[in-house]
């Protein structure tokens, strides 16, 4: 990225010696909006959407800004592939299956180190651990963290998906059937799984913090190579939220709690398990996501095929990270 950048750059200035200015293959217009998807799961994305800070600091190169929510990674990756954000927040296990499946991300930013999902079953049931699924109904987000966190689990005992039933529902939906009876067990993902375990005495009876990847804030390829400017300027806007959110937590579980409809309880249980310490994305996240993935590959959901270290190393863009901290 940083040599594409440069290329840019560097053509851009030779065409301004010669007199001719930026030639139409190098000239960038700006956009006249920026979209950027909300999330529960994503609590900076929360607190940057409400304090306006994008919209001001945006407002001073003309452009607007959207905001459009994501109910999981796996509607961020549509957004995303849709046009119809220009960031999105997602697992970065999710996006690198993303981006094995032809989405053209780039995972530029950390949003969170969490554990934002586990196996969860009824307060009185008697599923004990991830063994008793064999033969059960599973209510689970495909291509979402909580997907590839149950067929690690899945794989780790021996098991695959072919060995339980699953129902293929959104998050909040998997809630809603698990306290309804109507599945054995859900692929939590927080709030939601807090709230249940909370109010409804739901167990999280298969935790493994280590399985869940981190979380990652993506931006479209074609974006980032034509507006470095922005994706810049996003991830400033990122960092100045982090850094808030972690020197005023009570303001975050505020509104934490008033975006997404949450008891103070239930928030302040979500951020318990939300570790905003990291924000420059590089070789822990590589790390994490590789290893993701190559489990993914021996469980028959990515192709022998595939170069799953390529793809990693495709996904993770560290460049406009290492920018940032040089400032």
């Known amino acids: 990225m940083l040599f594409r ?55 001073k190169d003309g452009i607007k800004v959207r905001w459009v929510q994501s109910l999981g990674s796996n509607k961020a990756i549509e957004f995303l592939n849709a ?45 004990k651990s991830v063994a008793d699924l064999k033969g ?70 298969h935790r493994a913090p280590d399985l869940n990847s981190w979380g990652v804030l993506n931006v479209r390829e074609d974006f980032a190579q034509a507006h470095p400017a922005i994706v810049d300027k996003v991830l400033r806007l990122y960092e100045r939220g982090r850094a808030h959110a972690r020197q005023n937590p009570e303001e975050l579980r505020a509104i934490l709690a008033k975006a997404a409809s949450l008891t103070p309880e239930v928030a302040a249980k979500q951020l318990e398990r939300t570790d905003l310490t990291h ?24 192709e022998p095929g595939v170069d799953v270290r390529a793809q990693t190393d495709a996904l993770i863009e560290p460049s406009f990270g290492a920018q940032l901290a040089q400032r």
Do not use: C
């Open 83 to 127: 046009r119809g954000v220009d960031f999105g927040s997602t697992a970065g296990a999710a996006a690198l299956l993303a981006r094995i499946n032809g989405a053209p991300i780039k995972a530029v930013h950390v949003y969170s180190k969490p554990e934002w999902t586990a196996l969860v079953t009824a307060k009185d049931s008697p599923i």
């Open 279 to 302: 924000g420059a994305i590089g070789p822990a996240q590589h790390d994490t996501i590789l290893k993701a993935g190559l489990a993914l590959q021996q469980a028959g959901v990515i």
């Open 136 to 205: 059960k109904r599973v209510a689970v987000t495909r291509g979402t963290d909580p997907y590839i966190f149950l067929l690690r689990a899945l794989a780790d005992h021996g098991l695959t998906e072919k060995d339980i039933k699953p129902v293929l529902l959104q998050h909040q939906d998997g809630r809603t059937a698990l306290q309804q009876g109507a599945v054995d067990a859900w692929a939590g993902l927080d709030p939601m799984m807090a709230q249940t375990e909370l109010e409804h005495g739901s167990r999280l009876f």
């Open 5 to 59: 950048r440069a290329l840019i750059i560097a053509a851009a200035a030779v065409a301004a010696v010669a007199g001719l200015g930026p030639t139409p293959a190098f000239a960038q217009k700006k956009p006249d909006t920026v979209t950027l998807d909300f999330a529960y799961y994503n609590p900076v994305s929360l607190l940057l959407k409400e304090k306006g800070w994008v919209e001001e600091e945006f407002a």
